[in-house]
């Protein structure tokens, strides 16, 4: 399913079709009869829309290379055209901005344990057994989840992620590598804790903690080969709860001198910020625990952050950080309903999404759409003397999903959108998949005519139509810097589906 991906060609590639996506917040672009080519290197190098007529005279190699006036040997040229194909679109790679890539074993395991009791009870007790004394039995277990859930979220259509590992340095390197072998896009970090008094059993000390994060960090950069760098590290203070503050101290200058990325949690549960202000008393708020040790910055992705006031949302636009909403997890851990809506559009934040697996029950960035629309719904439901409508649209959604996630882990001119000098990092997306769940009616065709206005009902019915009764069955390829790594159709029916 995964693709070997040293076996695979580079060669120039020309797709032609439907592309969906949101450069900008909240506003969906559709683009049909749409020609775009990819380099070697897997960059987008041309791209044309609307060239319907065009193509269908002369045909799409003869039409890039007349529009480029290149002389290419055609047998060097692939070619992809999904232009007569109606229920199919190219989508940019969704990008899961957080997941516990070691929680992988416990999906759907602690309903309705609130946080503090959910870690203790499930979390740290699985996390702790990634640290396990037995150096190749730890490896052994790591290996096998860790490649499951590379394998998982690329079936999904997760071209990029942002992984919380464990305290372990090991087995932390060793997500590294099946990333990197995987060909997916990715941000690892190990987890630091030093000071869980709640279950002691899970932490190392300060000195183990720095030793630690410099051998993961150092193996992480030196694996990536020097043409293309698809895995990085980030700074992982798991949440202040369980930091020092002598290292989140550390945490932050490391991230300032090695100018590295940084993900936590901040304000998922009242119960946790209760804690919060007795820990740190000293602190004005839970944002400003981090501000204050150099860790909220425009690469910085702070996780849940559902109960904030007014000057933590203030203080978190200022730094530019990104807040990664996780409604899937805010739901099964009953943590709460997060005004995203707000926090997008009043304080102009940035918001992409996470599955925070396994807070989150399901690794796909699609379902996790569809929960933060229905937890939108069920706050407008029951804030309606608020002036702010809260309701998320599809197309804010997609957004968070796409370019929201990019601009998160600081990669906005790289991935997120299909734009000139980006890279090739796309899911094909095809509602009429042989193992799809959707049944199709003709009933949508009725705006097929070919006015502007009605293509755009036709994709926004389309596109509701795959976010709320799709799966992941309808992925059904999937790019990272512009190689194939997931291709549904060499295999037999019915093998990648996790929705079933
Ligand atoms: N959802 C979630 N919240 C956390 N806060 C601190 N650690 C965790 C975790 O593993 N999952
Ligand atoms: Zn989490």
């Not at 190699?61 to 055209?81: A, G, N, P």
């Not at 760098?229 to 090695?258: M, N, Q």
């Amino acid at each position: 399913m995964v693709e070997k991906i040293a076996a695979q060609e580079t060669e120039y590639t020309l797709y032609y079709g439907t592309f969906v996506h949101t450069p900008t917040l909240g506003k969906l672009e559709i683009l049909k009869y749409t020609l775009v080519g990819v380099d070697k290197s897997g960059t987008i190098d041309f791209m044309k829309q609307d060239v319907h007529n065009e193509v269908q005279d002369i045909g799409v190699l003869s039409f890039y290379k007349q529009e480029t006036k290149r002389t290419v040997s055609t047998s060097s040229i692939k070619v992809v055209d999904i232009s007569n194909e109606q229920l199919k679109f190219f989508l940019p790679g969704f990008i899961d901005t957080h997941i516990h890539a070691s929680q992988y074993p416990n999906l759907g395991v602690g309903l309705g344990c609130p946080l503090l009791e959910w870690l203790n009870e499930y979390t740290f007790p699985l996390e702790s057994s990634f640290t396990e004394n037995n150096r190749e039995e730890k490896l052994a277990f790591a290996q096998d989840v860790y490649s499951k859930v590379v394998k998982k979220t690329l079936v999904c259509g997760t071209t990029c992620a942002s992984y919380f590992a464990t305290i372990d340095a090991d087995t932390t390197r060793l997500l590294a590598d099946l990333c990197l072998e995987a060909g997916q896009r990715a941000f690892v970090g190990k987890v630091c804790m030093d000071d869980n008094s709640v279950y002691p059993e899970y932490q190392e000390d300060y000195d183990t903690c720095v030793k630690s994060m410099e051998e993961v960090n150092s193996h992480i950069e030196s694996i990536n080969p020097k043409s293309e760098v698809l895995v990085k590290p980030i700074v992982t203070p798991r949440f202040a709860p369980v930091c020092s503050r002598k290292l989140l101290s550390y945490l932050g200058s490391l991230a300032d001198e090695k100018n590295l990325p940084v993900q936590t949690h901040l304000s998922e549960n009242t119960k946790e910020i209760e804690l919060v202000r007795t820990l740190f008393p000293e602190c004005k708020n839970y944002t400003s625990v981090y501000d204050d040790y150099h860790l909220l910055k425009d690469t910085t992705i702070l996780a849940h952050s559902i109960h904030l006031d007014n000057d933590e949302c203030n203080l978190i636009q200022k730094k530019g950080s990104t807040i990664a909403h996780c409604p899937m997890s805010n739901s099964f851990i009953s943590s709460g309903e997060s005004p995203v809506k707000k926090y997008l559009y009043k304080y102009n934040i940035n918001v992409s999404l996470g599955t925070d697996v396994s807070g989150g029950f399901k690794p796909s960035i699609l379902e996790t759409v569809k929960h933060s629309i229905l937890a939108s719904q069920h706050l407008h439901m029951h804030t309606k003397h608020e002036s702010f409508d809260p309701r998320l649209t599809v197309a804010d959604t997609i957004y968070m999903a796409t370019m929201g996630g990019a601009t998160g882990v600081g990669l906005q001119n790289v991935v997120g959108s299909f734009a000139v000098g980006k890279k090739w990092d796309t899911q094909l997306i095809e509602l009429d998949s042989s193992d799809s769940n959707i049944d199709i009616f003709g009933w949508n065709d009725r705006f097929l005519d070919g006015t502007k206005e009605s293509v755009i009902k036709y994709y926004t019915n389309l596109l509701n139509i795959w976010v709320f009764t799709g799966d992941d069955r309808n992925c059904t390829k999937v790019w990272c810097n512009g190689r194939k790594v997931i291709d549904k159709s060499k295999q037999g029916a019915g093998m990648t589906a996790i929705n079933n």
